[in-house]
């Protein structure tokens, strides 16, 4: 079992900045991929971008450029590092990952809001 614990969700202007932590516990060597996924409301659920355990990044095109993601395997903590926010940028942040054996884990959302 892996749990999932996001912080550093908030309210912030647009432009503004905001790092997610996402803190892993539990039977964190069979994790493999992390990623970070958002929900706005009415929406569907979205990937933003995920990483791999060696570090190898994809991030969704509509944050490209103002979103980065990185991983520290020592602190077993994945962080979404977002720059130049948007108001379209506000939803309910997701952290996600899988295991070797492909379980997957989500943790409970962290609300991001950004104000216009």
């Known amino acids: 079992q892996v749990q999932l614990v996001e912080s550093g969700g908030g309210l912030v202007q647009a432009g503004g900045s905001l790092r997610l932590s996402c803190a892993a516990a539990?039977?964190?060597?069979?994790?493999?991929?992390m990623a970070w996924y958002r929900q706005a409301p009415g929406k569907q659920r979205d990937l933003v971008a995920r990483i791999s355990n060696t570090g190898t990044t994809t991030v969704a095109d509509s944050v490209k450029g103002r979103f980065t993601i990185s991983r520290d395997n020592a602190k077993n903590t994945m962080y979404l590092q977002m720059n130049s926010l948007k108001p379209e940028d506000t939803a309910v942040y997701y952290c996600?990952?899988?295991?070797?054996?492909?379980?997957?884990?989500w943790g409970q959302g962290t609300q991001v809001t950004v104000s216009s």
């Open positions: 539990g039977s964190i060597f069979s994790i493999d991929v």
């Open positions: 996600y990952a899988v295991s070797l054996t492909e379980y997957d884990y």
